[in-house]
């Protein structure tokens, strides 16, 4: 797995909720951070982060994948453990248990109403 971090014109969090067609824009993959997930067959596919979060002692990533022209068509989110190497790179872990995984799916999306409020009330996202 490979990391690409970019300057951000926008919070990763923002595409949970974005009703922009990001794609049209050329300088997509510019304006969100991603980061490239390699598959158990060796493809490569890239996500943008919506977001890092704490639930409990342990921190969980949640991943929008994106097809070849930066969309996501299929509205499906992936969500990891995650955590970092001494060195610092992002380390992904799939969630095995299913009690973990529901109180993980619960909070994120509690995160992406407290999104969705802050955005209809106009309050700037965190």
């Not at 996501?72 to 872990?93: C, H, K, Q, W």
């Given at each position: 797995?490979?990391?690409?971090?970019?300057?951000?014109?926008?919070?990763?969090?923002?595409?949970?909720?974005?009703?922009?067609?990001?794609?049209?824009?050329?300088?997509?993959?510019?304006?969100?951070?991603?980061?490239?997930?390699?598959?158990?067959?060796?493809?490569?596919?890239?996500?943008?982060i919506l977001t890092v979060f704490p639930v409990e002692s342990?921190?969980?990533?949640?991943?929008?994948?994106?097809?070849?022209?930066?969309?996501?068509?299929?509205g499906d989110v992936y969500i990891y453990a995650f955590s970092?190497?001494?060195?610092?790179?992002?380390?992904?872990?799939?969630?095995?248990d299913d009690e973990e995984y529901a109180k993980v799916a619960?909070?994120?999306?509690?995160?992406?109403?407290?999104?969705?409020?802050?955005?209809?009330?106009?309050?700037?996202?965190?």
């Amino acid at each position: 797995m490979s990391e690409e971090n970019v300057n951000a014109g926008c919070a990763p969090s923002d595409c949970a909720h974005c009703s922009s067609n990001c794609s049209s824009n050329p300088n997509y993959n510019q304006s969100h951070n991603t980061i490239t997930l390699t598959l158990d067959d060796d493809t490569e596919l890239t996500c943008a982060i919506l977001t890092v979060f704490p639930v409990e002692s342990k921190e969980y990533i949640a991943l929008l994948p994106l097809d070849e022209n930066g969309k996501n068509e299929s509205g499906d989110v992936y969500i990891y453990a995650f955590s970092r190497t001494e060195s610092g790179d992002p380390m992904l872990a799939n969630i095995e248990d299913d009690e973990e995984y529901a109180k993980v799916a619960e909070a994120f999306d509690t995160i992406l109403v407290n999104a969705k409020k802050a955005e209809e009330e106009g309050a700037p996202l965190e």
